[in-house]
């Protein structure tokens, strides 16, 4: 899971001399409120509510098992229960974990300097290993020397083929948090329960679960109707560009613009309970992304005889105006974080009467949202799903203690609302530095074009260094969702709490953070981003921090639904 911007796909915005509507913004959702009961799916006790109100709100949705699983369902028996899957199942991702396929920023092209991307071979090699049908029966090819790319012809051609993404590299561990880890990063370690490492959780655990589930298929002579590529990238902890990137090209040059029938890849957020509800939150779009380089450049001089305001005492003061003036929340029909807390209200008791009605009119009704972007923006786990976020990183300046500073810098990131754009960004932030340039007498460009003439005070100047727009909002009110979420069902009802009294709800969630997704757009309009898990990555399972790990049931829960989706997908995709 790729947290930080970098040289993704890049729109700049225009040029514009002033650019000067603060746009209102918002973006998606995600929750952290994990499990404790079990729970089935036969009959339904919800709370009561207003039935006129809800009728057509979060529709429950069917749960969706292939064929064979009312024929017979020892295969899925077979991957959840049995001992002997469940020990080779962590003897492949310990494996993978043990080799440190590590990306770090600005790492060179496999072309400059092959000998930076050495464990990659190693870890390719290990794959051909373990899974040796995959090997005889797919058709593998590699993309910009590190890219893998499966294709697993289908018997029907003219059916569009299915896509599944991951990433085959990892973040660095930081030598100075090693002795803070449980065990070796790169041990891969079993406790009987965990799988330690890093990559365990992010994103080996995909990649893995998804070729067993594969060369399960293969080894029961399964073949598919429609086709299914596996695009593995290896640099999408850095955004991407030399992996995703250049496998889109790819893809987009062999099968062309529109022509797979799903993606899914990794995101959204761990299955769990809600007020005695169970909710899954696939992921169906993410915010988007800009990094700005905001500078001053003032006249230098001795320290002995210092201005009012140094130069880095002016830029403090435009960071403080920047922190000062956040972006406003808005929650707008098509964030999905408004979809799911109707869910939340409709089928479980997490709220009280009167912030359920606000939520149920927050659609049309003005003052209910107001109420309920209120409640949101008050729960940390909430706000950013429906503000975008700046957040200043990293500052630059200043050269000997006894000099003023001639010219300072400093670098801001915004996670952008999906009822924003770049354009919009960038119009609040030119908002803020011209207001802080006319109090203190300096000038403003943007991108060197003039916004305010330059002063002999000396002038700020705003540039984009990458940029990114919020992606398209996946569908979810077609057969394409409805196989996709009936799938997770099946595997929550029947596997993870085989004991419910109510459905699992499976309602579409937003990635704060940007996937390799972000380069497969001209693929498909229905990108999935989940990962099945009971834990959240980041809050509980170390992603990109100390002592990364996932359950090794949460492994085979993961194995047994791409199983069945794949084959789910088959019988009800049309």
């Not at 293969?218 to 590529?229: A, K, S, T």
């Not at 530095?433 to 943007?446: D, K, M, N, P, R």
Request: proline residues 5%; glycine residues 8%.
């Amino acid at each position: 899971m790729s947290i930080d911007l970098s040289e993704k796909r890049t729109t700049r915005p225009s040029r514009l001399p002033w650019l000067k509507s603060i746009t209102l913004v918002s973006a998606l959702l995600v929750t952290t409120l994990f499990f404790s009961d079990k729970c089935s799916h036969l009959q339904m006790s919800y709370p009561s509510i207003e039935a006129d109100i809800t009728t057509n709100i979060c529709p429950i949705g069917q749960t969706i098992r292939p064929s064979s699983f009312y024929k017979d369902n020892s295969s899925v028996e077979y991957i959840i229960h049995s001992p002997d899957y469940r020990a080779e199942s962590v003897a492949k991702l310990s494996g993978a974990v043990k080799i440190p396929t590590v990306v770090h920023d600005h790492m060179p092209t496999p072309e400059e300097d092959p000998s930076a991307w050495s464990e990659f071979p190693k870890f390719h090699a290990y794959l051909e290993k373990e899974f040796p049908l995959i090997h005889e029966k797919l058709v593998l090819e590699k993309v910009n020397s590190y890219g893998l790319v499966y294709t697993w012809k289908g018997s029907n051609e003219s059916l569009k083929p299915i896509l599944i993404a991951g990433h085959q590299d990892v973040v660095p561990v930081e030598e100075s948090t090693k002795k803070d880890w449980l065990y070796e990063p790169f041990e891969g370690y079993f406790d009987g329960t965990n799988i330690w490492g890093r990559g365990s959780s992010d994103d080996k655990s995909m990649g893995i679960g998804t070729l067993q589930a594969i060369e399960k298929l293969l080894c029961e002579d399964f073949v598919p109707e429609r086709g299914i590529v596996l695009a593995f990238g290896f640099d999408e902890e850095v955004s991407g560009p030399m992996g995703a990137a250049s496998i889109s090209k790819f893809l987009e040059e062999r099968y062309g613009i529109d022509s797979f029938h799903v993606l899914i890849d990794e995101g959204g957020t761990a299955i769990g309970t809600i007020g005695g509800g169970v909710f899954a939150q696939p992921s169906v779009g993410e915010k988007g992304s800009i990094s700005l380089r905001i500078s001053l450049t003032t006249p230098g001089g001795h320290s002995s005889v210092p201005p009012e305001h140094t130069n880095i005492g002016l830029i403090s003061k435009l960071i403080s105006y920047i922190e000062d003036h956040p972006f406003s929340p808005i929650l707008g029909p098509e964030n999905p974080t408004l979809n799911f807390i109707q869910c939340v209200a409709k089928y479980s008791d997490e709220y009280p009467k009167s912030l359920k009605r606000d939520i149920f009119a927050a659609t049309y009704d003005k003052v209910a949202n107001s109420k309920v972007l209120k409640y949101l923006t008050g729960i940390k786990a909430y706000k950013f799903l429906v503000t975008t976020s700046q957040a200043v990183d990293i500052i630059q300046g200043g050269v000997k203690v006894n000099a003023l500073p001639e010219y300072v810098s400093f670098d801001i990131n915004h996670r952008i609302s999906i009822e924003s754009s770049v354009n919009a960004t960038i119009d609040k932030i030119l908002d803020d530095v011209t207001t802080v340039a006319e109090e203190y007498g300096l000038g403003a460009y943007f991108e060197d074009q003039e916004l305010k003439s330059k002063t002999t005070l000396g002038f700020f100047n705003v540039s984009v260094l990458a940029s990114l727009e919020p992606a398209k909002i996946s569908p979810m009110d077609d057969q394409t969702w409805f196989t996709f979420a009936g799938s997770i069902k099946h595997i929550i009802e029947d596997y993870i709490y085989p004991n419910m009294t109510q459905p699992a709800i499976v309602s579409g969630s937003l990635n704060t953070g940007n996937t390799d997704t972000a380069w497969y757009w001209s693929l498909t309009d229905h990108i999935y981003r989940f990962k099945l898990s009971t834990m959240h990555g980041i809050l509980e399972g170390g992603t990109h921090s100390v002592n990364e790990h996932t359950t090794i049931d949460n492994q085979l829960y993961l194995i047994a639904f791409m199983y069945e989706y794949i084959k789910s997908i088959q019988e009800y995709d049309g």
